[in-house]
């Protein structure tokens, strides 16, 4: 009886066509070298373009068929990123409409181009939020805030590698 709910359950996995981003799915032919430069920052918010330019080379590294190179001549395809916004707004209220939760959002764009003729081979424009509460002390607050960016960074840079191999 195990020996059959176990084949069962294998069964299922195998056909449900789930595959976990970074294998299996792959880039246009003769991508391998990826140049990835700083993003660009459209937001006043500062030093945002390092840390999610830091985030989407960390994702791209694990990917074993794609190499990322410090030289743009070396590279088949280029990685340009602009970031469009970033906010931070009330989520939710507590006793005397005092703010408990907020939200930072970040919204970027981010194309793949072939670094040989330019042309656009891949181009999205992705989205996150993510919740932080709230705090009296300043400092505190400013860590959450710093917190809840990285957050964003991490997803918003992991939604990227899923999104790219999954249209290819």
Do not use: H
């Amino acid at each position: 009886m195990k020996r059959l709910l176990a084949m069962l359950l294998l069964l299922a996995c195998a056909g449900c066509g789930y595959q976990v981003p970074g294998r299996g799915g792959e880039l246009p032919d003769g991508v391998k070298a990826i140049y990835l430069p700083l993003f660009t920052n459209r937001t006043l918010k500062p030093r945002l373009e390092n840390s999610l330019t830091d985030a989407v080379a960390e994702v791209l590294s694990r990917v074993a068929s794609i190499r990322l190179v410090a030289d743009q001549a070396q590279a088949d395809t280029v990685v340009e990123g602009t970031i469009l916004s970033y906010g931070s707004a009330a989520l939710s209220y507590g006793q005397n409409d005092a703010i408990r939760e907020y939200g930072a959002r970040m919204a970027v764009d981010i194309k793949l181009r072939r670094t040989a003729d330019g042309k656009l081979l891949w181009q999205q424009r992705l989205d996150w939020q993510e919740p932080y509460l709230t705090d009296t002390d300043k400092s505190v607050q400013t860590d959450l805030e710093d917190a809840a960016i990285r957050e964003v960074e991490r997803r918003l840079a992991e939604e990227f590698l899923f999104r790219l191999l999954a249209d290819f």
